[in-house]
């Protein structure tokens, strides 16, 4: 009898494992009905500098109130795609410095009314508030800063109490889609009014002008 219970006792601890591990792999799929953020179909910026640097100065805490890192698409990670898409080193000396300089977004519980009117309202439970924050500097050869251009773009949005994991995915991609759509209209007006000696053929699709200048590396430094 002894040896039967060890057995179901072995069987149920290894199932249990089985299902855990299953369970941790879910949380590691990509999403697919999602889609991803990206840049290269919009003119690319060519800029007169040998090479674009990506700094990402913020660092989500990975805990609540903070729920950047839940999202659909970081935005942190949105960011860096943005530079990588649009801005192209052609040059031969210079640095363009890209500054994540915050990209996080808080969950804010909202008060309830309760009570009898309360049970039968669908209420809005929480508030996301969301920002990013990127920031281009232009380096000379010897390190000193030349030009540099920033823009930082908010949006906030609530969830009712009643909405669903993949209704809540929606409202975090549209705040990330919303937030980039927003930088990367005020990035390029400021870039083509600041950077106007550092811009190569304009930013044309194709690269534009006459100029057909190899492009540079990217480096990135990854989140920690």
Same mark, same amino acid.
């Given at each position: 009898? %002894?040896?039967? @219970?060890?057995?179901? &006792?072995?069987?149920?601890?290894?199932?249990?494992?089985?299902l855990? @591990?299953?369970?941790?792999?879910? &949380?590691?799929?990509?999403?697919?009905? *999602?889609?991803?953020?990206?840049?290269?179909?919009?003119?690319?910026?060519?800029?007169?500098?040998? +090479?674009?640097?990506?700094?990402?100065?913020y660092?989500?805490? !990975?805990?609540?109130?903070?729920?950047?890192?839940?999202?659909?698409?970081?935005?942190?990670?949105?960011?860096? +795609?943005?530079?990588?898409? +649009?801005?192209?080193?052609?040059?031969?000396?210079?640095?363009?410095?890209?500054?994540?300089?915050?990209?996080?977004?808080?969950?804010?519980?909202?008060?309830?009314?309760?009570?009898?009117?309360?049970? *039968?309202?669908?209420?809005?439970?929480?508030?996301?508030?969301?920002?990013?924050?990127?920031k281009?500097?232009?380096?000379? $050869?010897?390190?000193?800063?030349?030009? #540099?251009v #920033? #823009?930082?773009?908010?949006?906030?949005?609530?969830?009712?109490?009643?909405?669903?994991?993949? !209704? %809540?995915?929606?409202?975090?991609?549209?705040m990330?889609e919303?937030?980039?759509?927003?930088?990367?209209?005020?990035?390029? +007006?400021?870039?083509?009014?600041?950077?106007?000696?550092?811009?190569?053929?304009?930013?044309?699709?194709?690269? $534009?002008?006459?100029?057909?200048?190899?492009? !540079?590396?990217?480096?990135? &430094?990854?989140l920690?």
């Amino acid at each position: 009898m %002894r040896r039967v @219970l060890s057995r179901r &006792t072995v069987f149920l601890a290894a199932a249990a494992t089985a299902l855990g @591990l299953l369970a941790g792999c879910e &949380t590691q799929v990509p999403r697919s009905d *999602f889609p991803e953020l990206a840049y290269s179909q919009l003119p690319p910026i060519n800029l007169n500098v040998a +090479r674009i640097d990506v700094v990402q100065q913020y660092h989500p805490p !990975g805990k609540k109130p903070n729920v950047e890192h839940l999202f659909p698409v970081v935005p942190a990670l949105a960011a860096e +795609r943005w530079a990588r898409d +649009r801005l192209k080193a052609v040059g031969a000396d210079g640095v363009a410095r890209v500054t994540v300089v915050y990209a996080g977004v808080v969950e804010v519980p909202l008060k309830r009314m309760g009570g009898i009117e309360g049970a *039968f309202t669908t209420e809005q439970s929480e508030r996301y508030d969301g920002a990013i924050e990127i920031k281009i500097e232009i380096l000379t $050869g010897d390190g000193r800063m030349a030009a #540099s251009v #920033s #823009s930082r773009a908010e949006r906030r949005r609530t969830v009712p109490e009643d909405i669903t994991l993949l !209704g %809540r995915e929606k409202v975090w991609f549209e705040m990330t889609e919303a937030m980039m759509n927003d930088l990367n209209a005020a990035l390029d +007006r400021q870039i083509k009014e600041n950077f106007g000696r550092w811009l190569v053929g304009g930013a044309s699709p194709g690269g $534009g002008g006459s100029t057909s200048p190899s492009e !540079g590396p990217i480096k990135v &430094t990854p989140l920690q």
